[in-house]
């Protein structure tokens, strides 16, 4: 049997997907890639900073080379999954040889805690989505007032905060982080967007405050200091009169309101306590009160429940002793020809050069498994069939180039970097895929 038969579905159209279609259509295998969004790119087009124009673009044409590829078939505006246009079982009954699944992590992680539900209490994927223009998030109305506090201390953070800053025009920004200073998790790189809105003797108040808790853990909390201050070099100049500052040693505990909206977070005060060089952070039954007008969680991802995978711990479940492991990585769902990659194998874990990298090995996890098996020779025709079938417009790879074009154009006309529109309808009109309103 010629390599040429063996057909793959690939599900979720971001780093991870792209890379993991374009090993395995380099490979010989025909691949159908099939994407929630209308354009592909995922978080690399939707979840960078908007003006990162030269690393998106530098994506971009990646991700453009990789949908050349003959033996790559692209189905954008596809939601697979028990609530989507196809389930799992239906794709796979579709007759491929085996499944990928790098969806990344489309669940919402949320603590549970009462308030939630406020108007002013979001979740970082909202806000990250509608600032780089994902439909339908582009859409939503939020409700960012003056005094916003952000739960978390990585990269997204340091984002959010800027575009609150920058863009939303707000006075002041609480990063609460559930430990100190050393365990924060931004790099110098993103932090410098934000620095010098850093409140420095507010700063130096509050680490005096958890000296005495880093102490008892035997922490140098000097190293925090750097881990904050190392930014300070090659900080951006101030643009706006606007305050940040750390609020550590602090965990969400509730969250109040008035008429329905946000008027309080409650948090409550943490210490350090260390348990096989791990340290971690433990209530002390103290709380208070902060008042905000906007909590924002950033707190990372989970995979969706309902996508039709079994789940655990806010993850799709690995097989446990895979028979194709790569650099000792299980990337075998527990359902045999179902594999798992990117944000889909672990949420929330590394950047666009980390889901390249899984997404890759798990399409040679996928490689390994087909040459155990003669191919089922599926029909890509049928798949289109199938897709066309669905009663809603399908995106394909041609409809993409030309969208990519109008998007270009307006752009140039509008004297902008790059223009994207905001809703599928203007992209659909834009693709002559509906008529014009």
Known sequence: MSEQNYCVAVIGAGPAGLFGARELANQGVRVALFNRDIKPGGLAEY???PEKHMMKE???KQFRGAMENPNL???GNIVVGNNGDITLDELRGLGFDAVLVSAGAQGTKWLGLPGEELEGVYHAKEVVYAYNNLPPFSQKNFRFGK???IIGAGNVMVDIARHLINVQKVDEVIAIVRRGPNEVNFTKEEMKHLISYLDMDEFENEMARVQPVAQAVNQN????RQKVL???????PKTANARFHFDFLASPTAMFGENGALTQLEVEDNILVEKDGKISARGTGVKRQLDVDTVIFAIGDKV???FGLPTEWNEFIKNKEPLFPVEGISYESTIESVFVGGWSRKASEGLVGYARRDGTNAARAVWEYLQTKTPANAS???VIEKMRGLNKPVIMKDDIKRLEAVEAEEAKKRGLVEFKFSSNEEMLEAMELIETA
């Open 380 to 382: 890509m025709d049928d």
């Open 58 to 60: 530098g994506l971009r």
């Open 47 to 49: 979840g960078i900073y």
């Open 230 to 236: 190392d930014a300070l070099a090659k900080a951006d």
């Open 73 to 75: 078939e692209y189905f």
């Open 221 to 224: 909390l000097e190293n925090g």
């Open 304 to 306: 969706d429940a309902s």
């Open 147 to 149: 005094r916003c506090a």
